[in-house]
């Protein structure tokens, strides 16, 4: 049967939210300038976008530094020109309309730069081959044998660095700092914030506990730190249904422990107005979902919506469906695949995980009474812990100490005191150091 050739569908908002980044941002620009294969035909598909990509390398190659206000400039001066010509008239009022609507698209500076560089080097590679192709088959069908030869001798495919080889100097020192700072998205409020520090793009953060001691609940309580700092968070349950997740949720954005729907309604405006509408929630049965499938299904949702990942959270890691054979080769393949995730795409990841029987009793959890296979923490960039006696649970208490930090020193003996309300699904109300214990 002969094949059928579809047409691609352009991917507008990628071509934008790539030209944005390339207009404002000079790190950026400087990583992906050797992508940027003009010579072989159009870049971008979208014609008045390809026109901006061609001024804006050009001010880059002069000045070595993004254009930024410098665009509208630019386009000015490109006017008296572009109004000579009638097909060009269009194309500066589509520009002009882009520039004009910039700063929507790049809020207070900030975007997952390392996701949209990926991104972006996939996209140039695509082009590079399409304009191999488009050249190709010109040749072919002119039958010029010498021209196609050439072309297939001298063609070269656009590769991205998987491995960042910079020189260490005062300036690319202080440029990878500052990369790393911007890197930062979420921290705990107060002593624990103190205690834990930030989390950042990237990593793979878990949280470990015995059972019934909470771990969804501070799961989804991360999720709503990260949803009020603007972040762009898809909470994975896999062994809740959607009826009690959306309870939760309600209990903590309403602050009260019995909503009814229109307290509840009244709250999730009130939260969205402030924070917009940032969360997403992917519900599977229990023992049901791969990684894979979690991952496809968080892809698909960025490619049909305009909202993009930035934290990963799954409740939990330890219960994702695995084609290993032995559940100890399972729980490390699963481990291993959501810190890739987090490296690929740049989000956090945060997942929880069970500890062993001997960790149900003890006073403090250590890197000891991790369940089935200690290879979790190795993949993890930090891993908590979540301590509390029967006395502690009956008063609202809990302890959480750090297991281990990849990042910074730690010392799984020390711990910080935190008060809880879980009928509002509230886990730290407010935390402090004990100088007592």
């Known amino acids: 049967m002969p094949g059928v050739t579809r047409n691609r569908p352009v991917n507008t908002d990628l071509q934008k939210n790539i030209i944005t980044a390339m207009i404002v941002d000079t790190d950026f620009i400087k990583r992906i300038r050797p992508l940027y294969k003009s010579e072989t035909g159009k870049v971008f598909e979208v014609e008045y976008l390809d026109k901006i990509a061609g001024w804006i390398t050009d001010y880059y190659d002069e000045y070595l530094q993004a254009p930024n206000s410098n665009m509208q400039d630019i386009l000015d001066a490109k006017k008296s020109f572009m109004y000579r010509q009638e097909d060009s008239i269009k194309t500066y009022k589509l520009i002009k309309a882009f520039l ?18 990926q991104n972006a080097t ?13 050249q190709m088959q010109g040749y072919i069908t002119t039958s010029n044998l010498s021209a196609l030869t050439r072309l297939h001798n001298e063609f070269t495919d656009v590769q991205g660095d998987l491995s960042a080889n910079r020189a260490v100097t005062p300036q690319n020192m202080r440029e990878m700092m500052n990369t790393s700072r911007n890197q930062r998205i979420v921290c705990f409020p107060g002593a624990l914030g103190d205690h834990v520090g930030w989390f950042e793009r990237s990593w793979l953060v878990g949280i470990m506990g015995p059972f019934k ?50 307290v509840t309604e009244r709250g999730m405006r009130r939260y969205t107005r402030l924070y917009g509408d940032r969360m997403r929630l992917f519900v599977y049965p229990c023992f049901s979902a791969t990684i894979d499938m979690i991952y496809n299904d968080i892809i698909q949702e960025q490619q049909t919506s305009d909202w993009e990942c930035d934290v990963l959270i799954i409740d939990h890691g330890d219960i994702v469906l695995h084609n290993e054979g032995s559940t100890r080769e399972g729980l490390d393949a699963i481990w291993k695949s959501m810190k890739k995730i987090a490296e690929e795409q740049n989000w956090l990841v945060v997942t929880a995980s069970q500890t062993n029987r001997q960790g149900t009793d003890r006073e403090l959890i ?6 089935e296979d200690i290879r979790k923490i190795a993949h993890c960039d930090c891993m908590l812990g979540l301590n509390q006696t029967q006395e502690e649970r009956d008063n609202g208490i809990m302890r959480i100490n750090v297991i281990s930090h990849r990042h910074r020193e730690f010392f799984q003996n020390r711990a910080v005191m935190v008060e809880q309300d879980l009928a509002i699904s509230n886990p730290c109300r407010r935390s402090y150091v004990d100088r007592d214990r």
């Open 100 to 117: 004009e609507d910039l700063n929507e698209r790049y809020v207070n500076g900030e975007y997952n730069r390392e996701l949209l560089i």
């Open 213 to 262: 001691r909470g771990k969804s609940f501070w799961l989804q309580y991360l999720a709503h730190l990260c949803w009020e700092e603007n972040l762009n968070v898809a909470l994975v349950s896999l062994e809740m249904t959607e009826r009690t997740l959306a309870t939760r949720i309600a209990r903590y954005v309403s602050q009260e422990p019995q909503p009814d729907s229109d």
């Open 366 to 371: 250590t890197q000891l009474d991790t369940a």
């Open 122 to 134: 996939d996209y140039f590679r695509i082009r590079n081959w399409a304009n191999f192709h488009a």
